[in-house]
Structures are given as C-alpha cells and as structure tokens.
Nanobody, 124 residues
Framework: QVQLVESGGGSVQARGSMRLSCAAS????????IAWFRQPPGKEREAVAC????????YYPDSVKGRFTISQDSAKNTVYLLMDSLKPDDTAKYYC?????????????????WGQGTQVTVSS
C-alpha cells in the first residue's frame, strides 16, 4: 500500500507559476509510475503528467506540454509538478497517483493508489 500526500496548491494569478509536491510513503522504484491528474469543476479527471523508468520517461498531454514539468527526487521519495504560464483553465483539484508500470500512464483506471488532492486556482 503506497500512501501519497500532495502539497503546494493555492491561488495564483494567470501567467504565474506553482510547484506541487507528492510525497510517497515508500521508495519510488522503477516498478512504479507516478502521475498527476487534475479535475476541473464539473469535468472529468485527466492526466497532466506521468513519470516512470527511474525518471527517464515522462508523458504530457498537449494541453500542458511546454508549461508543466514533472520531476522526481528519489532521496526524498517525492515527485514534483512545476507549472508555469498558468491559465484560468488550469484551475482544478490536482491529484497524485501511483501504480505498477505497464500500459498507458494516462489512464485513470490503471491507478491503484491516490492522494487526497490539492486545489489549484488560477485567476485572470
């Protein structure tokens, strides 16, 4: 059982930056993929970044590519999501998730372990 705790959410103005953290209760091994999902109000949850293979592999959807960066500090068992050039459309609750490696990392139904989420609000 992997426990995940997100932090770093809050309010920011458009074009600003914010870094989210996801602290895992155990070592992030190469057998795990860690992802950040978000769920805007009234919408479905979507993947915004994944990291796996000892941080050698990452994934971003087109909606955030070039603006969001996922990274991993193995010594701290922590995964980060750096969000730049934020837009009001990025407003959502952001969740960290983990699951064994295998299959598409952006599929929500693959993930076994979830954090409680952290709210990000971007004002115009």
């Amino acid at each position: 059982q992997v426990q995940l705790v997100e932090s770093g959410g809050g309010s920011v103005q458009a074009r600003g930056s914010m870094r989210l953290s996801c602290a895992a209760s155990e070592t992030i091994s190469r057998g795990l993929v860690i992802a950040w999902f978000r769920q805007p109000p009234g919408k479905e949850r979507e993947a915004v970044a994944c990291i796996w293979n000892g941080a050698r592999s990452t994934y971003y959807p087109d909606s955030v590519k070039g603006r969001f960066t996922i990274s991993q500090d193995s010594a701290k068992n922590t995964v980060y999501l750096l969000m730049d050039s934020l837009k009001p459309d990025d407003t959502a609750k952001y969740y960290c998730a983990a699951t064994p490696v295998g299959g598409l990392c952006n599929r929500e139904d693959r993930y076994r372990f979830w954090g409680q989420g952290t709210q990000v609000t971007v004002s115009s």
